[in-house]
């Protein structure tokens, strides 16, 4: 399952070259091209499925699968003491390209980069009020 005029559909399957750290049949793993740090690579499943919201179950837990393994490579290979794994759905979330990716993102001490969020203040009976519209 290819979308015409996908450019990471072209990627996983090898129609433009990357900087392929790892492929298989079902994934390619490659180097970002605007790495927030050193390796900084992305998971790419060959099929194209826009987002988290359209990825079928069974692939959803390869990819974590293939992350550890990546995460361990990488943090042997680069010396890296941390990872942060970023996987953004929709242009609000900050997914700029509509093919299903996450982001493997190598942390090393001072490296400048912080990838957080500000925390808001939230009341109790909030947080209760918003369990209950989630929870069946
Ligand atoms: P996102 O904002 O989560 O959709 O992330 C898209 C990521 O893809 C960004 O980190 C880009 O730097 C990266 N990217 C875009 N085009 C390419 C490309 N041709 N090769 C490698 N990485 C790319
Ligand atoms: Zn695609």
């Known amino acids: 399952m290819r979308e015409n005029n996908c450019i990471f559909c072209k990627i996983a ?5 990357s900087r392929t750290l790892y492929e298989d049949d079902k994934f390619r ?3 970002d091209l605007g790495p927030a740090t050193k390796g900084h690579a992305l998971i790419l499943p060959k099929d194209h499925y826009s987002d988290l919201f359209e990825l079928p179950e069974e692939c959803a837990g390869d990819v974590m699968k293939l992350a550890r393994k990546m995460v361990l490579k990488m943090k042997e290979k680069l010396g890296c003491e941390g990872f942060n794994l ?3 759905n929709g242009d609000l979330a900050g997914q700029t390209v509509f093919h299903f990716h996450m982001h493997l993102i190598p942390r090393y001490r001072a490296d400048g980069q912080k990838i957080g969020w500000k925390p808001q ?3 109790g009976e909030e947080l209760e009020e918003i369990k209950n519209q989630i929870v069946d």
């Open 121 to 123: 203040e939230v009341s």
């Open 29 to 31: 793993v490659i180097l």
């Open 13 to 17: 399957n090898g129609e433009i070259s």
């Open 86 to 88: 970023v996987q953004n």
